[in-house]
């Protein structure tokens, strides 16, 4: 027995990356399985798994359904102690709890102006008075972090969940070509350098969309990141 995880389209579900990166990155065995977000069958798709009505949704080896990425991630977090998860340490991890829980409820206009797109990205970009207030808070809470870490790589150092729930906030960043920091910009790098999001990315790739769901008013340009 072992996890099934159900996610949707791998080039533009946010949520599904991180389901997917918490499970993958820290070697926690599991089998994925996509339910079309623009198929039309969504909520049939989904009616298996009632009261969830988004993806991701896992179901743990002993069947029970847990919905909603911040409850996977605790849920797997409490179920695998060793896999670090979470940074051991408690100040850090505290801090890395504060800072997915920001990512889960907040940075509203980040989400509905830059929906995710891995597939390609966009030139000239116009962003709004309230995405340039998501990306000054996203730079003080990376910065909080990097502090706390010593200015390691990762936010904590090692990989953890902090990082994977910011894995899409740095693919909206590459896509849209948002103006960041230095610092926040070679996070961006490290996130689209990183084998696993590499993978789902390529996986996606293999799915041709016409029409095209998120186009925007720019020119559209290849993805900066690795291939
Ligand atoms: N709060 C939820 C958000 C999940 C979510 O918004 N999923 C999107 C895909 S990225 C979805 O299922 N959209 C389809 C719909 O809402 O009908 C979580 O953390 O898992």
């Known amino acids: 027995m072992t996890y ?3 996610i949707g389209d791998r080039t533009f579900s946010s949520w599904s990356l991180r389901g997917w990166l918490m499970l993958k990155s820290f070697g926690i065995p599991f089998k994925s399985h996509i339910l079309g977000l623009y198929s039309g069958t969504l909520e049939a798709d989904l009616a298996p798994f ?3 009505r988004q993806v ?3 179901k743990t080896p002993k069947g029970h359904m847990i919905f909603d990425t911040l409850a996977i991630a605790e849920t797997l977090a ?3 102690p060793k896999a ?3 940074p051991e340490d408690p ?3 505290g801090a890395a709890r504060s800072l997915v829980a920001q990512m889960h ?3 509203s206009a980040l989400r509905t102006h830059c929906p995710m797109n891995l597939q390609n990205a966009w030139e000239e970009f116009e962003v709004s008075e309230n995405l340039y207030a998501d990306l000054a808070y996203l730079e003080t809470l990376w910065n909080y972090a990097f502090k706390m870490s010593g200015d390691q790589d990762w936010l904590f150092g090692a990989y953890s969940l902090a990082d994977v729930f910011f894995a899409p906030v740095a693919a909206r960043i590459a896509c849209y070509k948002l103006p960041v920091s230095q ?3 070679q996070y961006v790098d490290k996130h689209l350098a990183h084998q696993d999001f590499r993978q789902w990315r390529a996986m996606g790739l293999t799915k041709h969309y016409d029409p095209f769901p998120y186009n925007m008013p720019c020119a559209s340009v290849p993805w900066p990141g690795p291939r």
Do not use: K
Request: glycine residues 8%; proline residues 8%.
């Open 56 to 58: 991701p949704v896992l």
């Open 105 to 107: 409820s907040g940075f």
């Open 84 to 86: 670090g998860l979470w």
């Open 183 to 185: 610092q926040a910009q």
């Open 78 to 80: 409490q179920a695998h």
């Open 91 to 93: 100040a850090r991890r």
């Open 50 to 52: 009632a009261p969830a």
């Open 4 to 6: 099934d995880l159900y």
